[in-house]
């Protein structure tokens, strides 16, 4: 039983060493890769309210236009297409005219760190792909659990770089300042523990050892005690940084976004057909020529709809 008291013992004094030794920088780099990690997670979840707001604005733009000569006939998968398409083509067209300045760069670097443009394709496609089979009637879809599912399932902005999850981080980063007030209460007690060994080197008859004995151990207290005052204060830095950069805060606006603006084109549409031969979206298309194409088929569609009014006058 002595020995393996002993052994207990070496091995505690050795964690309490080592652990003195590591505790702060541990802290502090582990203070320095969530802040770091929680800017990523929002930057990358920050792509979807992009397209959203870019998508909000020209559906507004739209409504707006309508308002005087409103069809008779508009398919809500027709006008959802043609305006996910414009937006996609439009925010993409200012980013390739930036690539086009540099020759030597075959994306934007945010492009590729954040796969923006392959995110907000898959969005695209996989909205196209939900509401393409929803039934027209006097009960509106809904739309608000299609767009929380494509945005949930979208690989690009659900993992930052591609590779890390982005929720599970996002749980961790959420934990983090708890886990430092811990961090710093550990400290301390790693503090009191490589102290209180020294306290049987007192020697009552030895009045000066004893005080020195003593001075040590309460400045190693003193010392130990700044672990927990660090590990509040990361913890307090940590809970701003997580509430100011909030994904969640931030997802709710983007499903808010997104589904006012498919709701204003279902109440706008009077149909959910889809006609035959209809050009399916294709994101590998040249930005500039597929705005082009489709002012082209606009400006026809528009010609076409002053004929039929003056025919059926």
């Given amino acids: 039983m002595a020995a393996e008291a002993q052994i207990f013992h070496h091995v505690l004094d050795a964690v309490v060493v080592v652990g003195r030794a590591v505790h702060m920088p541990m802290m502090v780099g582990t203070f320095a890769v969530g802040a770091t990690m929680r800017m990523l ?33 508009t398919s809500f998968f027709v006008v959802s297409k043609k305006l996910l398409e414009r937006t996609y083509y439009e925010i993409f067209e200012a980013r390739e ?26 969005l695209v496609h996989d909205i196209l792909k939900q509401i393409r089979y929803l039934k027209y009637g006097s009960q509106p879809p809904k739309l608000i659990n299609i767009t929380k599912a494509s945005l949930a399932k979208n690989p690009a902005f659900n993992r930052v770089f591609g590779i890390i999850p982005a929720v599970s981080t996002n749980d961790l980063l959420n934990i983090l300042p708890g886990l430092f007030v811990i961090g710093g209460i550990f400290g301390t007690f790693l503090g009191v523990m490589g102290g209180l060994p020294e306290l049987g080197g007192m020697d009552m008859n030895d009045p000066e ?13 003193a010392a130990s005690m700044g672990a927990s005052v660090t590990g509040i204060i990361l913890s307090v830095m940590m809970t701003v940084i997580n509430t100011i950069f909030s994904p969640e805060r931030l997802f709710g606006d983007i499903v808010d976004h997104f589904e006012n603006s498919l709701d204003l084109l279902w109440n706008y549409a009077h149909s959910n057909e889809v006609p035959s031969g209809l050009k399916p979206f294709n994101d590998n298309e040249d930005p500039t020529e597929a705005l082009a194409a489709a002012s082209l088929a606009q400006e026809l569609e528009k010609t076409q709809g002053k004929d039929d009014r003056r025919k059926s006058a």
Avoid: N
């Avoid at 990358?44 to 006939?73: A, I, L, P």
């Avoid at 954040?114 to 907000?120: A, D, T």
């Avoid at 050892?209 to 207290?221: A, G, P």
């Fill in 209 to 221: 050892k004893t005080k020195m004995i003593m001075d040590k151990f309460l400045i190693d207290v």
């Fill in 41 to 73: 997670v929002y930057h990358t979840v920050k792509r979807h309210e992009w397209f959203s707001r870019e998508f909000e604005d020209r559906v507004t733009e739209f409504m707006h236009d309508e308002m005087d000569h409103k069809r008779e006939s």
């Fill in 97 to 122: 005219q930036k690539r086009k300045e540099k020759p030597g760069r075959l994306m934007l670097l945010s492009d590729r760190l954040f796969l923006i443009k392959m995110g907000c394709a898959w």
